[in-house]
């Protein structure tokens, strides 16, 4: 396990930190396919929380895309780095899960957010956030549809359906609701970085053969609050 301090001149206010977000926003890059799905490594991230002590724990796990089998897997805690702010919550995470993808044996391949790409109210989410900053291709896989509207996808899985950002423009595709399992709640899928939206879904899609959420982000969600637990005990 990795511990992580707070990174010197990280942002400490809300203005600071939309500055930020602001400049590397210009860097996403939306016109490459990514890896081709079932191939490869796929690299799940994943934080828990202890709000009382101020700690993070984050956990990456490394799977073989084409067996979902583990290939490898990092932790890393340290003190949250930025208070709750809605829409600026990849400050809070950010070192802390770079810590833990720095710290694996191997390289990533694919990440798997379990949160929001350009499913975010400034079109920057932490899987955005993070595959800027390593170059990485990212992807958000999401619980629910944050601020953003849709109709219900058909009941089979595989459906999808358009998750819609109004703007001046009119309606704008910031995601997919996307049903992974047949006649169950779908996941909300955003492109992060270097990955297109038809290869987020598919990736999506491949990761979860048996149930709802993909396979990286259950075995990082359980792998990080393990250490949180040994963290703080």
């Given at each position: 396990?990795?511990?992580?301090?707070?990174?010197?001149?990280?942002?400490?206010?809300?203005?600071?930190?939309?500055?930020?977000?602001?400049?590397?926003?210009?860097?996403?890059?939306?016109?490459?396919?990514?890896?081709?799905?079932g191939?490869?490594?796929?690299?799940g991230?994943?934080?828990?929380?202890?709000d009382?002590?101020?700690?993070v724990?984050?956990?990456?796990?490394?799977?073989?895309?084409?067996?979902?089998?583990?290939?490898?897997?990092?932790?890393?805690?340290?003190?949250?780095?930025?208070?709750?702010?809605?829409?600026?919550?990849?400050?809070?995470?950010?070192?802390?899960v770079?810590?833990?993808?720095?710290?694996?044996?191997?390289?990533?391949?694919?990440?798997?957010?379990?949160?929001?790409?350009?499913?975010?109210?400034?079109?920057?989410?932490?899987?955005?956030?993070?595959?800027?900053?390593?170059?990485?291709?990212?992807?958000?896989?999401?619980?629910?549809?944050?601020?953003?509207?849709?109709e219900?996808?058909?009941?089979?899985?595989g459906?999808?359906?358009?998750?819609?950002?109004d703007?001046?423009?009119?309606?704008?595709?910031?995601?997919?609701?996307?049903?992974?399992?047949?006649?169950?709640?779908?996941v909300?899928?955003?492109?992060?970085?270097?990955?297109?939206?038809?290869?987020?879904?598919?990736?999506?899609?491949?990761?979860?053969?048996?149930?709802?959420?993909p396979?990286?982000?259950?075995?990082?969600?359980?792998?990080?609050?393990?250490?949180?637990?040994?963290?703080?005990?």
């Amino acid at each position: 396990m990795t511990t992580v301090r707070i990174p010197a001149g990280w942002p400490a206010t809300e203005e600071q930190a939309r500055a930020v977000q602001d400049e590397l926003r210009e860097r996403v890059v939306l016109d490459e396919p990514g890896p081709p799905p079932g191939t490869g490594r796929v690299t799940g991230v994943d934080v828990a929380y202890d709000d009382e002590r101020d700690v993070v724990a984050a956990a990456a796990v490394v799977l073989d895309a084409a067996t979902l089998d583990v290939v490898a897997e990092a932790t890393a805690v340290g003190q949250v780095s930025f208070p709750y702010v809605p829409g600026l919550l990849a400050f809070r995470e950010i070192p802390t899960v770079l810590a833990a993808l720095g710290a694996l044996p191997c390289g990533p391949g694919l990440v798997v957010c379990d949160g929001y790409g350009l499913a975010h109210p400034r079109r920057f989410g932490l899987a955005s956030h993070l595959g800027v900053l390593t170059g990485l291709p990212t992807i958000g896989v999401a619980k629910n549809p944050f601020t953003f509207s849709y109709e219900e996808p058909g009941a089979e899985r595989g459906s999808a359906s358009p998750l819609l950002a109004d703007g001046p423009a009119g309606a704008e595709e910031v995601g997919r609701a996307l049903r992974t399992r047949d006649g169950v709640k779908p996941v909300f899928v955003s492109v992060g970085h270097r990955v297109n939206l038809d290869n987020a879904c598919a990736h999506t899609l491949a990761l979860t053969p048996k149930y709802r959420l993909p396979e990286t982000t259950r075995r990082a969600d359980s792998l990080c609050r393990r250490a949180l637990r040994e963290a703080t005990p």
